[in-house]
């Protein structure tokens, strides 16, 4: 019997001896997708507290730059120039997007590291760099990224406002093929210069930034060997969000336009439309352009006179309102009648010789891709036929956050 117990004994331990090294090397894998885990998360969250800090920089743009409209995002650190973490003053063309690290000081904030310990990096669309800035920032500026996940688009886009505005990109470990120097006095690593470190940081940006038109960035994956980046985005819908349409302050900044812009084509020396279209005795277009430092030379030499505080006024409220003027359709009686009329909300019909009709925010199913001259992209009810033949316009004349695509009317009496 003993015999047979020692016989026993020798499998016993070998069976033991295998289901320990299984056990140790299956808590090692565990271990190690624990250790992976918990790098994405931390990346996950330092990319989330980037988009956060992006898109309040965007929203609360006028309160950092008086006169100027919401929506503006800062150039990327490009270089060492203006100090580590400062945006670049300026970057690039007109029109063309920008990359280069998180500006982590212009957004106040300390350096933003993925789970690798990387600085994250951060592009931003043409449209929407505040320098330069391009003719237009409403809630239809077109964004410029179209994000992949190989073949799959992971934010397709119906219209274009719906394009990323920005990206901001985790490096993750270097790539067999990617160099990586030491921060040296710099709190970020690789070359200050953000151009010539590029390519050694990111796998889904390593294109010149000199495109203007719409380009394709691919999601890399963790484990990859060709593409380990990973992203996070905001479009004009993530600015242009349902708690900003509502706040006090931006419900006060689109009233307060409407009123100005009122004011500024009833005492502007140029009142007729631009870009019009004649129907019958009414001109439809948009608002006359601001008149340059040597327009108003000529226009007071021509006039005898010096312009008067109320054009002063006109012209500069033309000039800071710009960026906003797509979202206006500008009527005019010719002759200077009140031939144009305007049934308000207590449905009270008034004569105008002037409308000025604000679009508001777009529904789900227009597509402003065309422009203001498409009307039925912009206006809604019987507003669409009061455009095309200068009939009765309807609608409050105040904007509600509570119904931002709500057209709102002004009659210039």
């Not at 800035?133 to 274009?160: C, V, Y």
């Not at 340059?292 to 008067?308: D, F, G, I, K, Q």
């Not at 789900?364 to 039925?376: F, L, M, V």
């Amino acid at each position: 019997m003993r015999t047979r117990q020692h016989g026993l004994i020798l499998p016993a331990l070998l069976v033991l001896l295998l289901i320990g090294g299984m056990a140790a090397m299956l808590g090692g894998n565990t271990l190690a997708e624990q250790v992976i885990a918990r790098r994405q998360q931390a990346t996950m969250a330092e990319l989330a507290r980037a988009r956060a800090a992006l898109i309040a920089y965007a929203q609360s743009y006028p309160f950092s730059h008086p006169g100027q409209t919401v929506g503006y995002l800062p150039c990327p650190d490009t270089d060492s120039a203006s100090g580590d973490g400062n945006a670049a003053g300026v970057c690039g063309s007109a029109g063309n997007f920008a990359v280069g690290r998180l500006p982590y000081r212009t957004l106040g904030m300390s350096p933003l590291r993925d789970g690798d310990g990387e600085c994250l990096w951060y592009a931003v669309a043409g449209p929407f760099k505040n320098n330069p800035k391009g003719p237009s920032m409403d809630w239809d500026t077109p964004g410029q990224f179209e994000i992949t996940d190989t073949a799959r688009p992971l934010n397709p886009a119906a219209h274009a406002d719906q394009r990323a505005a920005a990206v901001v990109f985790s490096p993750g470990r270097p790539l067999s093929n990617q160099a990586r120097t030491a921060s040296g006095p710099h709190r970020c690593g690789g070359n200050a210069n953000a151009a010539l470190a590029l390519q050694a940081y990111l796998e889904s940006a390593a294109t010149a930034p000199t495109s203007s038109q719409p380009v394709s960035l691919p999601r890399g994956r963790p484990a990859s060997a060709s593409n380990n980046d990973a992203l996070i985005w905001l479009s004009a819908d993530d600015i242009f969000d349902a708690r900003l349409l509502v706040r006090s302050d931006f419900v006060a900044a689109i009233n307060n336009m409407n009123t100005r812009l009122q004011a500024a084509v009833t005492h502007h020396p140029q009142p007729a439309p631009t870009q019009a279209t004649p129907v019958g005795l009414v001109d439809v277009g948009t608002f006359p352009a601001p008149m340059t430092p040597s327009e108003v030379t000529a226009y007071e030499t021509l006039m005898a006179r010096a312009l008067t505080s109320d054009e002063v006024a006109a012209n500069d409220t033309l000039r800071e309102t710009a960026p906003w003027h797509g979202q206006y359709r500008y009527l005019r009686c010719r002759d200077g009648s009140a031939c144009l009329s305007w049934a308000d909300d207590t449905g009270i019909v008034r004569p105008c010789v002037a409308i000025v009709a604000f679009a508001g925010h777009r529904l789900d199913s227009q597509n402003r891709a065309d422009g203001i001259a498409d009307t039925e992209a912009y206006f809604e009810g019987p507003n669409i036929s009061a455009i095309t033949t200068a009939s009765t316009f309807t609608g409050p004349a105040t904007y509600a956050g509570t119904a931002p695509t709500t057209d709102v009317i002004r009659c210039i009496p």
